[in-house]
């Protein structure tokens, strides 16, 4: 489970709840249904208009793959790489076939089967690169979703607010209840504000940073294979995969993969 997203979306909407409490205004003020209709159901019901259904019912498996924290696999790829590297070095690069269904990385088992088969470099570039950016393009498709809901939310929000004061201004008779239809127009406002920078805005980028850590995986098994086809030592090859990694994680990642 990803930790940050577990403890910080309660812990956000407590901090929020905590300071209305403290404020002592009483929470029911804080409360309208009719709000709530326009600021979420209206700007779902926008988002639905404006993007293929077939991705908006997807919404569920993006919630998913920022709830759940994925496991580095940067040093196992590296490892790996490095001990094909060495036994194509002493037995040529068919015996790799050998290793190809020890692989659970579709992408990594396809570049293997081209290197084995023979194919040119450059065509394999060109393969394993159409195919990292359909990924890609995928994974913008649940980046985009959840941008625009945190752009349309807000939007929705003062739509609420100019419905509220279209009823309060309809009410100017009753000196009473101007302060009252303000408060209720501007809840709104801030139910939009809440769920796009609390949700749906941290989502997306959240998901834009598990699209980088896939992407840099997969860039580093590409420049492996590459350096695999051409022969390269593999000290050579452990060498230009670090390269990838920050400076101070190449440390850890030769204890941990024993490199």
Known sequence: MDLGFII?????????????????????????????????IGSFAALMVGS???RVLKMGTYIKIVMNEPKSNVADIIKTLVSFSEKSRREGLLSLEDEIESLSDEFFKQGIRLVVDGT??????????????????????????????GKLAPAFGMIGTLYGLVGMLN?????????????????????????ANLVFIPIATKLTDRDADETAEKEIILEGILSIQTGDNPRIVEEKL???????????LKQTSDL
């Open 52 to 54: 293929p259904i077939t």
């Open 171 to 195: 009410n100017m008779g009753d000196p009473s209840a101007i302060g009252k239809g303000m408060a209720a127009a501007l809840i709104t406002t801030f139910y939009g504000a809440i769920m």
């Open 8 to 40: 910080g979306l309660p812990l956000g909407f407590f901090a929020i709840i905590f300071s209305i409490v403290i404020g002592g205004f009483p929470m029911i003020i804080y409360w309208d249904l009719v709000s709530v209709f326009i600021t979420i």
């Open 120 to 149: 040119d470099p450059e065509v394999i570039k060109s393969i394993l690169y159409n195919q990292l950016n359909q990924m890609n393009a995928r994974h913008s498709f649940g980046i985009r979703l959840f941008a625009d809901w």
């Open 242 to 252: 670090l390269a990838f990694v920050p400076p101070k994680e190449r440390g850890k």
